[in-house]
């Protein structure tokens, strides 16, 4: 596609319950990245596959988090057993050899 | 580890400079990258410096100096739609690893 491609754009979810954020990178990049944005706040660097490996996890939060990315392309990022804490725009990148390039973002309400 | 510092806050006028500074430690360097981050948006790219020098692009330049682990973001004739948050973010070269600092949100007044 054009760009990174984020779904859903929006989640409103109940403290306890397991989320899915997609995230489909734009074609032919082999870096993916997911970043957490709190209101008002920096970007906090959450996991980086380079292909479908993850070499770097140090970012997750805790073991409610995990994600994958299958044939080097699509990655979905699971939130198990959602916390009002989680409450936060998660973003996804994908780079070629150069810049990061952004998706819209999902924007995460725990209830 | 990595660690990267930018101020909080600044403010400026309308046809004015500013001078967005970024300082870095990493343990291994590899490209320092600026954002632009509307409110309520994704980052979007603004420009990239690996080797030491400015690197111009119209009415933004970004310097960098490798050795003392600074750069800065230039903004010149400065509109009201520049105001935003501008993002520093360095590679580190063992991990492929991209780190933002927290941002430097920017005002500019009428």
């Known amino acids: 596609g054009a760009g990174v491609s984020q779904s859903p754009s929006n989640k409103v979810t109940e403290k306890g319950k397991d989320v899915e954020l997609r995230c489909d990178p734009i074609?032919?990049?082999?870096?993916l990245y997911w970043y957490r944005q709190s209101l008002g706040q920096g970007l906090e660097f959450l996991i980086y596959?380079?292909?479908?490996?993850?070499?770097?996890k140090s970012g997750l939060p805790s073991d409610r988090f995990s994600a994958e990315r299958t044939g080097g392309s699509v990655s979905t990022l699971t939130i198990q057993r959602t916390q009002q804490e989680d409450s936060a725009v998660y973003l996804c990148a994908s780079s070629g050899v150069g810049a990061l390039h952004f998706g819209n973002g999902t924007r995460l309400t725990v209830t | 580890g990595q660690n990267i510092d930018q101020p909080t806050e600044m403010t400026a006028t309308e046809g004015a400079i500013v001078q967005i500074n970024c300082t870095y430690q990493t343990s291994g360097f590899n490209g320092l990258f600026w954002y632009q981050q509307h409110a309520g948006e994704a980052p979007t790219f603004l420009s990239y410096?690996?080797?030491?020098g400015l690197e111009e692009k119209g009415r933004f330049s970004s310097f960098l100096s490798r050795s003392k682990g600074y750069s800065y973001l230039l903004l010149k004739e400065l509109q009201m739609k520049d105001s935003a948050s501008y993002l520093c973010?360095?590679?580190?070269?063992?991990?492929?690893?991209?780190?933002f600092g927290t941002g430097t949100r920017l005002q500019v007044f009428p």
């Open positions: 596959f380079q292909g479908n490996s993850a070499p770097d």
């Open positions: 973010a360095v590679r580190d070269i063992a991990t492929d690893k991209l780190i």
């Open positions: 410096n690996v080797l030491d």
């Open positions: 074609s032919g990049h082999t870096a």
